[in-house]
């Protein structure tokens, strides 16, 4: 099946850095890309939807100048934490599908555990 | 706005025992209901879609309309059954993806 990748699994960074997330389909094009926020115990929330060479589309209260989605290729996306603050913390999830249409698959990656200090 | 409901945190069930797990959604329009799965330490992933009619690892679920849920049963419950159950809505034609909080199915020896 198609495989969606992360890097990094986990990362720690200090208040006030930068972080980027890697998000990459493996054995697949993907015209679309998502991010997701997911907090303990609770459920995905959706932050944004990012189209292989177009703009992201933002979740609203998602803020687009910390959260910089770029999606330069079909195989991936990246999410840049920017000005990383303690309350960025949290389990960032992407997911990728092949085509524009909802009914095709959505092909989760790992995640990816942020902790800021 | 689209909206999903799963109103149980935990469901624990005996081996062999039937399974339901319930979820409701709220939507204007035609929906695309689907569940995902997450087994422990592993990604998320589709368990099954209503517009497929199919059963997957014995589960189905069918859309209700008049109830407006899609809730996921299996007549006899297994140990490895056992995983966080995610409900999820979409618009027809659209690509955002509306998950519920989620409910953990615990199957007991």
């Known amino acids: 099946g198609a495989v969606v990748s992360q890097h990094p699994s986990w990362v720690i960074c200090k208040s006030g850095t930068s972080v980027k997330i890697e998000c990459r389909s493996l054995d697949f094009q993907a015209t679309t890309m998502f991010w997701y926020r997911q907090f303990p115990k609770q459920s995905l929330m959706l932050m944004a939807t990012?189209?292989?060479?177009?703009?992201?589309?933002?979740e609203q209260g998602v803020e687009k100048d910390k959260f910089l989605i770029n999606h330069a290729s079909l195989t991936l996306s990246t999410l840049t934490v920017t000005s990383a603050h303690p309350e960025d913390s949290s389990f960032y999830i992407c997911?990728?599908?092949?085509?524009?249409?909802?009914?095709?698959?959505?092909?989760f990656g790992p995640g990816t555990r942020l902790t800021v200090t | 706005a689209q909206r999903v409901t799963q109103p149980e945190k935990l469901l624990s069930v005996f081996k062999g025992a039937p399974v339901e797990l319930k979820c409701n959604y709220s939507y204007s329009g035609s929906p695309e209901l689907f569940w995902y799965v997450q087994y422990s330490r592993q990604r998320l992933q589709l368990l099954l879609r209503h517009i497929s009619r199919e059963s997957i690892k014995g589960f189905t679920a069918d859309l209700n309309k008049g109830e407006t849920s899609f809730h996921l049963k299996k007549p006899f419950a297994q140990e490895e059954d056992s995983a966080m159950y995610y409900c999820a809505l979409s618009g027809r034609g659209y690509q955002k993806v509306t998950f519920g909080t989620g409910t953990k199915l615990q199957v007991i020896p």
């Open positions: 990012s189209n292989e060479g177009s703009k992201a589309t933002y």
């Open positions: 997911s990728a599908r092949a085509d524009r249409t909802v009914s095709d698959e959505q092909y």
